[in-house]
Each structure stands twice: as structure tokens, then as C-alpha cells.
């Protein structure tokens, strides 16, 4: 793709933290040029010779100082797929979703890397989840974390469908 187009793939790790409060953490807060804020769930890309769940710890300890064992994240539960323009460049992500249930805690960036340092978090209730992060179809991303918080972990990753992301006022 990347030879034929001039996009640029990569795969990435993304967590979903349930809080028993039925809340699930998400990164962002920073706004689009429409003026729109996003929310995203915790997670990067995933590199050379990791697995997506050794990705996800990696990701999740640096952007909330959150320790977990690899072993400990279920999944993945589920994927999609993600576009947008960065640097004047297509982006294609293929997005791997795990899970962890958690005790609500005070994340804390650890990077301090471009855009990163600027993000806040907030701990949004399950219906809320993929409302604000570019999810064309949040329903399917609601009705996952449903599922989990339910004790139903699903066998094989559930396809959560697209996303994009905005032209954001720095960056793009």
C-alpha cells in the first residue's frame, strides 16, 4: 500500500480500562479545527517484534504510569481501522483493542513526546466510549465494552468498523 499510494501503515495497541464504576479511561482533549474535542482509549503503535498485548503495556505504562503484565490484558477483543492525515500524509492504523478491568486511579503521562504532553484524561461512562474519537459506528464499540463488563470476553477480536481523524489546527 505504502509503495502504490504514499500512505503509511502501521498497526497499533489501544486498552480498554473498565473502572468498576462503569467508566472507561480515555486520553485527549484536544480539539479538531471544527472545534471538537476527542477522546481516544489509551494505546500506540505497535513496533517491530512486539505482539499487540506487549504493545499495549508498553503504551499504557507510558501514557497513564500504569504497570500491567502483558499476560494480565485480555485479548485482543477487538480491531478496527482508523484513517486520517498526518504531516500531509495518509495514515492507515489497524487498531487492535484489549482489555483490562481496573480500580479507577490518577493516570500520568510519563512521555513527554509532540503532542502527548498536551493530552488530559478523563474517565467517560460506557456509553460514551468511541462517541468523540472519530468511530463511525460507537455503537459497536459500546456494545463490546458492554459485553466485557458482562464477563463476555469474545473468543475472536470483534470488528468495530472505521474511524478518521480531523484535520487537528497543529500538526496535520
Known amino acids: 500500500m505504502e509503495s502504490a499510494t504514499g500512505a503509511k501503515y502501521r498497526e497499533s495497541a489501544r486498552v480498554i480500562l473498565l473502572a468498576p464504576d462503569d467508566t472507561v479511561l480515555h486520553i485527549g482533549g484536544d480539539r479538531c479545527r471544527e472545534g471538537v474535542e476527542r477522546w481516544f482509549t489509551p494505546g500506540g503503535g505497535i513496533e517491530a517484534g512486539e505482539d499487540p498485548a506487549s504493545a499495549a503495556a508498553r503504551e499504557l505504562y507510558e501514557e497513564t504510569a500504569l504497570a500491567v503484565d502483558p499476560a494480565a490484558l485480555a485479548g485482543p477483543v477487538g480491531f478496527g481501522v482508523y484513517v486520517c492525515f498526518l504531516h500531509r500524509r495518509l495514515l492507515v492504523q489497524k ?9 479507577r486511579f ?23 466510549c468511541g462517541s468523540s474519537d472519530g468511530m463511525l459506528e460507537p455503537g459497536l464499540l459500546v456494545s463490546l465494552v458492554k459485553r466485557l463488563r458482562d464477563g463476555d470476553v469474545p473468543a475472536e477480536p470483534v470488528n468495530l468498523g472505521g474511524s478518521y481523524g480531523p484535520w487537528f489546527a497543529t500538526g496535520a
Request: charged residues 40%.
Open 95 to 103: 487498531n487492535w483493542y484489549l482489555f483490562l478491568r481496573v480500580e
Open 106 to 128: 490518577e493516570p500520568r503521562m510519563l512521555v513527554d513526546v509532540g503532542y502527548e504532553k498536551d493530552l488530559r484524561f478523563r474517565w467517560l461512562p460506557v456509553e460514551e
